[in-house]
């Protein structure tokens, strides 16, 4: 069975610090992986995916991601976060069939 | 294009009432889910629809009902609320591996 596990529910950094949020995976086949961000009050939005296709992925608002098969992991990096960052962030895997397994979550403060 | 749009956006039931969460999307989109969120568990899986006319169980169906109506429209019906269905439901549609969601219905069941 495919499952997702988020390292840290809570994660505080300093405006300016690097930001780095935890995902490990299982999967029996190659997963499609994706980090999705959910600001207050409002619904999941796709931050970015891995396909397949090169192993470091860029996303919106300068957060990229390494899928790292030997580890089973793809974490969530930004070399310097912003206030606006603030939000939960939730890894999740697809790996065929119509189903998205998504992690626990982790919140991420913002300090200034 | 309004993506995918729920209604209510927050509902108070009394234990026992019964009430469906409406959702829609414009996407043409063949698949629709509807997820539960609740505090430090992420999303967990209801219902889907994988295609118009199909729905299957998830996660965590019982007490729920769905209707997928047409390619738009999938609902989730609560037949007798109780307090351990108070959460935050989204919905959700993909034409592929990425999901879009609602912006959500808040529900508290006293």
């Known amino acids: 069975a495919q499952s997702v596990t988020q390292l840290g529910s809570h994660v505080s950094v300093s405006e300016g610090a690097l930001v780095l949020l935890r995902c490990n995976y299982s999967?029996?086949?190659?997963?499609?992986l994706f980090w999705y961000v959910q600001y207050p009050n409002q619904g999941l939005q796709l931050l970015l995916k891995?396909?397949?296709?090169?192993?470091l992925v860029k996303g919106i608002n300068g957060f990229e991601a390494e899928f790292k098969k030997s580890e089973t992991s793809f974490h969530l990096t930004k070399p310097s976060a912003h206030m606006s960052d603030a939000a939960e962030y939730f890894c999740?895997?697809?790996?065929?069939?119509?189903?998205?397994?998504f992690g626990a979550g982790t919140r991420l403060f913002v300090k200034a | 294009n309004a993506g995918v749009t729920q209604t209510p956006k927050f509902q108070v039931l009394k234990t026992g009432q019964s009430m469906t969460l409406q959702c829609a999307q414009d996407?043409?989109?063949?698949?629709m889910y509807w997820y539960r969120q609740d505090p430090g568990m992420g999303l967990r899986l209801i219902y889907y629809?994988?295609?118009?006319?199909?729905?299957d169980k998830g996660e965590v169906p019982n007490g729920y009902n769905v209707s997928r109506l047409n390619k738009r429209e999938f609902s989730l019906r609560l037949e007798s609320a109780a307090p351990s269905q108070t959460s935050v439901y989204f919905c959700?549609?993909?034409?592929?591996?990425?999901?879009?969601f609602g912006p959500g219905t808040r529900l508290l069941v006293l």
């Open positions: 891995y396909t397949s296709a090169a192993t």
């Open positions: 959700a549609s993909t034409n592929e591996e990425t999901q879009y």
């Open positions: 999967s029996s086949v190659p997963p499609y």
């Open positions: 996407m043409n989109h063949n698949s």
């Open positions: 629809s994988a295609s118009e006319g199909t729905t």
């Open positions: 999740a895997v697809v790996t065929g069939g119509f189903k998205t397994i």
